[in-house]
Structure formats: structure tokens, C-alpha cells
């Protein structure tokens, strides 16, 4: 058993451990007994970036000892596919979670622009964690296929989600809860972001990630 509390924040695609919701659980958690750790899930090769390996990086972080996971879109995506396999994940706080992640890219893309990214194996994508475009293989799709869509996971879970979201709809995280009762959910009147709403994210989410708050609860 681990001597304090270990979370991970998990971040989203393209963007990476300093961004600005990671910093901010780093802030609201120090002094509270926590081991916090914002891993670059990327581990400087955004080019190859896989879902697998992502999944590698977090089982590895979280080892032989229980750990908490928050996860922003791809991030809590990636937290409720670790939670599905490994019981060692006690709870998740998931942001805007980018289920339904393979469809989506087909969606946003469209299938000439997808065609064209797997012919190439080169899309530039815009990488917020770096400020500049990045080039990324096609392989994140391949890898993608063997992936349920919405993971299934039995550890409680509280979601937060932006009802002006354009990027993954609230619906997502709706349907989620609804065939989850291990899961709540709590809309927000935010965007994919949520940066603007981290506060009152942080009222209802910190008691949780601190396990003062039951299962039952959610």
C-alpha cells in the first residue's frame, strides 16, 4: 500500500504536463498528503503517438500500488480504458472524456482528408503543449481499432462536462452515466476546456479525489 495518496493527471491530445488544468490540480492538491504526477504521456515522440502506447506509460506509472486518475478528453479517455483492466485505479475524475475517440477523428477529418493522412502517414496537427504543429502518423488510428469506444469500468467515477462542447458533446458523457451507475456527471456551462469553470470543478471534484466523498455518491 502506498504511503500517501497517489494521483495522475492525465493529459490531453497534444498538449501535455504543464498545461494549465495540470497545474492546477498540482496547486489545489499540494499540502493535501498527495503524490501528484503529470506524466507526458507522449514521452517526446508525438509522432508515433499510439493509444497503446499511452496505456504503457500510465500502467507503468501506476505499478503495484493503488492510484486515483483524472483525465482530460484523450486523457480520460486513456484513464477509463486503464480503469477497465486494472483494479489498482480506485476512482476517476474525468474531464470532458474523449469517448468515442476513432469515430470522432473519422467524423472531424472527413474520409478524403483521412484517406490522404493514411496514403502519407503525415498530418500536421497544431500541438498546444509546444505552441507550433507537429506531424503525427497515421498509426494513431490503426492502433485505435482494437479499442472499445466507451470503455466499461465498475470504479466510481465523476465526470465534468461543457454543455457549449463542441469538440466531444456532452452527450457523450450523458450516455456514459446513464448505463454506469458507478459514474455521476456534472454539467457545466463551458467549453471543451473547462478552464474557465476549474473552480467550481474543483468544490465537487476535491472531496472525491481525496476519497471524503462515498461511492454512492456517485
Not at 448505463?179 to 463551458?190: D, F, Y
Amino acid at each position: 500500500m502506498a504511503d500517501s495518496l497517489r494521483v495522475f493527471y492525465l493529459h490531453g491530445f497534444a498538449s501535455g504536463p504543464t498545461s494549465s488544468k495540470a497545474k492546477f490540480f498540482r496547486q489545489q492538491l499540494t499540502g493535501s498528503g498527495v503524490d501528484f504526477s503529470a506524466p507526458d504521456l507522449a514521452e517526446g515522440n508525438f509522432e508515433a503517438l499510439t493509444i497503446t502506447a499511452q496505456l504503457a506509460v500510465i500502467q507503468r506509472l501506476i505499478g503495484l500500488e493503488p492510484a486515483v486518475l483524472i483525465g482530460s478528453s484523450l486523457g480520460g479517455y486513456l484513464a477509463a480504458l486503464t480503469a477497465a483492466v486494472n483494479p489498482l485505479v480506485k476512482r476517476l475524475l474525468l474531464l470532458a472524456p474523449a469517448f468515442d475517440f476513432l469515430p470522432r477523428w473519422k467524423e472531424r477529418l472527413g474520409p478524403e482528408q483521412m484517406e490522404q493522412w493514411r496514403i502519407t502517414d503525415e498530418l500536421s496537427v497544431f500541438h498546444y503543449g509546444e505552441g507550433r504543429n507537429r506531424t503525427l502518423s497515421y498509426r494513431l488510428m490503426t492502433d485505435a481499432e482494437q479499442y472499445p469506444l466507451i470503455p466499461d469500468f465498475a470504479q466510481p467515477a465523476l465526470l465534468f462536462h461543457g454543455t457549449q462542447d463542441e469538440v466531444v458533446p456532452v452527450d457523450s458523457s450523458r450516455r456514459f452515466v446513464y448505463t454506469h451507475p458507478n459514474a455521476r456527471l456534472v454539467a457545466l456551462s463551458s467549453d471543451h476546456q473547462l478552464t474557465d469553470v476549474l473552480d467550481s470543478i474543483w468544490q465537487d471534484g476535491g472531496a472525491f479525489l481525496l476519497g471524503q466523498t462515498s461511492q454512492s455518491q456517485c
